[in-house]
């Protein structure tokens, strides 16, 4: 693992996620990532169009590691909304749910920019109900909706914490 430690984080019996800036390697492992989960299946988010977003120079892409193993992925947007940070996407390899790794991303991204900013927002799609608990468990509360926003039927939900 390189020296660019940004942030780790013990779960469990000692067991540490450690998260670091993305090697370039890393964001192809993490565009496919993307494409292979929902909600971005459901989305119908293509694997070049991953690769595109995680490959753009205006986003920070980190990834998180357990013993030295990418387990989980954040895209952060400096000035997503109004002026204010936003996580664009974050995803967590299946076997590595369920072990605080989303947590720890989700942490990483508002310590990130607490210095630098009041506000964090995302989105969260319609009916990716479990990820919206899991954000709400987080302090996240409802702005708004996007009807229909990237597919017909399905909304993405603005959520708004303030760090």
């Known amino acids: 693992m390189n ?13 540490q996620i450690s998260i670091l800036p993305a090697t370039p390697g890393e964001r192809d492992w ?29 986003y920070l892409l980190f990834v998180a590691h357990i013993d030295d193993e990418p387990c989980g992925v954040v895209i952060l947007d400096p000035r997503g909304m109004a002026g204010a940070p936003y996580l664009k996407s974050i995803a967590v390899v299946s076997r590595y749910r369920n072990r605080q790794v989303g947590a720890a991303l989700l942490t990483f991204s508002e310590e990130y ?23 709400e468990n987080h302090g996240y509360e409802f702005i708004g909706v996007l009807q229909d926003y990237i597919i017909p039927g399905a909304s993405e939900i603005i959520l708004h914490k303030r760090i």
């Open 3 to 15: 020296g660019n430690l940004l942030f780790s984080y013990f779960y469990g019996d000692m067991n």
């Open 30 to 58: 993490a565009a496919a990532l993307l494409a292979a989960t929902d909600p971005w299946l459901t989305l119908g988010i293509s694997l070049e169009k991953c690769i595109s977003t995680c490959h753009d120079p205006e």
């Open 113 to 135: 920019f607490r210095e630098q900013a009041r506000h964090f927002f995302l989105c969260v799609s319609s009916f990716n109900e479990k990820a919206r608990k899991f954000y």
